[in-house]
Nanobody
Framework: VQLQASGGGLVQAGGSLRLSCAAS????????MGWFRQAPGKERTFVAS????????NYADSVKGRFTISGDNAKNTVYLQMNSLKPEDTAVYYC?????????????????WGQGTQVTVSS
């Protein structure tokens, strides 16, 4: 399984970015895809997840109402639309995948990881 995250960058507070995670290496039916983030000196934390079918999504409280996770099965790609960005959203964002369609909020629950993409929000 290979996961390639992209779309990070520098944006002003209040702005938007869309991250993409291109998945390859197998079929992902029955998988859960997640986004995590890690700020300097802090632990990697859950941001959002989606089952491959798209039937179930979950969000961290800190991003609810601002971020939206979605998927395009035809392109084997998962997206994270980030709106109303805040300086505290600054982090390296990672996409992850694991078998199973359920709620997985911890990084240790995910078997596969992308390389990360930097998101910097200036005040």
């Amino acid at each position: 399984v290979q996961l390639q995250a992209s779309g990070g960058g520098l944006v002003q507070a209040g702005g938007s970015l869309r991250l993409s995670c291109a998945a390859s290496g197998r079929t992902f039916n029955g998988y859960t895809m997640g986004w995590f983030r890690q700020a300097p000196g802090k632990e990697r934390t859950f941001v959002a997840s989606i089952t491959w079918s798209g039937a179930s999504t979950n969000y961290a409280d800190s991003v609810k109402g601002r971020f939206t996770i979605s998927g395009d099965n035809a392109k084997n790609t998962v997206y994270l639309q980030m709106n109303s960005l805040k300086p505290e959203d600054t982090a390296v964002y990672y996409c992850a995948a694991r078998p199973g369609s359920s709620r997985y909020f911890n990084s240790y629950e995910y078997a596969y990881w992308g390389q990360g993409t930097q998101v910097t929000v200036s005040s």
